[in-house]
């Protein structure tokens, strides 16, 4: 398996609800990451697990809970987001340990907030 | 921090040209150089990319040069196909396991039939 995968696709939320997206791979990578972007623009970096261990929180508001249950899962916990924070949230996974690494990238979850 | 500046925005070519993408970086220490394309509601890709160590690469139609003298990089697409409209991304780091990608703004590339 050399994709990394993410559900839901699209996501719509209220302002006042709570809700969780999800990544998944099985490359075997320790290092995974959260990726927030807006259209035609490129992606910001949120936040990198690094064997399972918070590496980098690049001071992204607390409504955004990052969470590495094992090496093969993300997850992005959302509570009351703002519509600004409607965009496509991408994860990516590279290798540990190697120098220059990939970042494999899923294909996002499209969020709106209403 | 490593601040990359990419031209141009937007590139329109006839199909069978070639089209050329040149990006700039700020941290002399950088030195790994990837390019991502990301078509239209898909996920980037890597596409090819270079190391410090390395002045041209080349994968069928597609070769990026690296000028570390002058901090620049440059992405170069012979014989355009219309599959290669897209969004390209280029991207800097500065030292090897370093997760912070500094990414260009992005060249929307439409290849005309």
């Known amino acids: 398996d050399t994709e990394v995968t993410q559900t839901p696709k699209h996501l719509v939320m209220g302002m006042t609800n709570k809700k969780s997206l999800k990544c998944e791979q099985h490359m075997g990578h320790r290092a995974m990451y959260w990726y927030k972007q807006k259209a035609k623009k490129p992606p910001e970096l949120m936040f990198v697990?690094?064997?399972?261990?918070?590496?980098i929180n690049e001071s992204v508001p607390s409504r955004f809970s990052p969470e590495c249950p094992n090496s093969s899962l993300l997850n992005l916990h959302l509570h009351a987001l703002q519509p600004e924070d409607s965009a496509l949230y991408l994860c990516?996974?590279?290798?540990?340990?190697?120098?220059?690494?990939?970042?494999?990238f899923g294909p996002g979850t499209r969020l709106t907030v209403l | 921090g490593e601040n990359v500046e990419q031209h141009p925005s937007t590139l329109s070519v006839q199909e069978g040209d070639s089209a050329v993408i040149k990006c700039t970086y700020s941290?002399?220490?950088?030195?790994?150089f990837p390019w991502y394309k990301q078509e239209l509601g898909k996920r980037p890709q890597l596409i090819i990319d270079?190391?410090?160590?390395?002045g041209e690469k080349k994968d069928q139609r597609i070769a990026v040069t690296l000028n570390k003298t002058a901090k620049h990089f440059s992405l170069h697409i012979t014989e355009t196909q219309p599959e290669d409209s897209a969004v390209y991304f280029c991207a800097a780091t500065s030292t090897p396991n370093d997760y912070k990608l500094s990414f260009g703004a992005g060249t929307t590339v439409t290849v005309r039939a």
């Open positions: 990516a996974s590279s290798q540990e340990g190697l120098t220059y690494n990939e970042q494999f």
């Open positions: 697990y690094s064997y399972e261990k918070l590496s």
């Open positions: 270079i190391r410090s160590n390395v």
């Open positions: 941290d002399s220490a950088s030195n790994y």
